[in-house]
């Protein structure tokens, strides 16, 4: 069926409005399986400044060094990072994403951080899976103290 508007044919317009819906519906979706399935290479994470400031350009600050339990860890929100303690003065640092299915990760617990989408579990020391359904281990991030403080570098 053809229409007009004032002698003009609007058919062709209609259809490729509605074309390019479709093509951006269906990249849409492809986008959102994309991410289904889990990669054996590790996910990199770049950080920056994530909301603090520093002049110095030392990362983004997670706290005091005295404040990390050793043989443990704490969660910083800032850095979207774990910043955890092995061994006394020892510092690591782990992205808080989860490698399983990317899920944003919050909870440590002794020696271990726990992803609360899937139940996955790593090793507050050194990153490994401790516990499936992940298989790939956490992304490692510079952790550096300056007088007393911890910074996230990325």
């Known amino acids: 069926m053809d229409e007009t508007i004032a002698g003009r044919d609007t058919s062709t317009s209609r259809r490729a409005v509605l074309g390019g ?3 951006l519906g269906a990249g849409a979706v492809l986008a959102a399986c994309g991410g289904s399935s ?6 990199t994470k770049a950080m920056g400044n994530g909301g603090g400031s520093m002049s110095s350009g030392a990362g983004t600050p997670v706290g005091k060094a005295a404040d990390v ?3 443990s860890g704490i969660y910083s929100d800032a850095a979207k990072a774990f910043v955890t303690q092995p061994t006394g003065g020892d510092f690591k640092g782990f992205d808080a994403i989860c490698t399983h299915k990317q899920c944003p990760m ?3 617990e002794g020696d271990t951080i726990t992803c609360q989408c899937h139940g996955s579990q ?3 020391i050194d990153g490994s899976v401790k516990h499936g359904p992940a298989t790939t281990p956490l992304t490692a991030v510079k952790v550096v103290e300056k007088n007393g403080n911890l910074f996230v570098q990325g």
């Open 106 to 108: 919050t909870r440590i």
């Open 69 to 71: 339990p050793v043989g």
């Open 38 to 43: 889990e990669s054996s290479t590790p996910p």
């Open 21 to 23: 819906a479709a093509v």
């Open 122 to 124: 790593f090793s507050a």
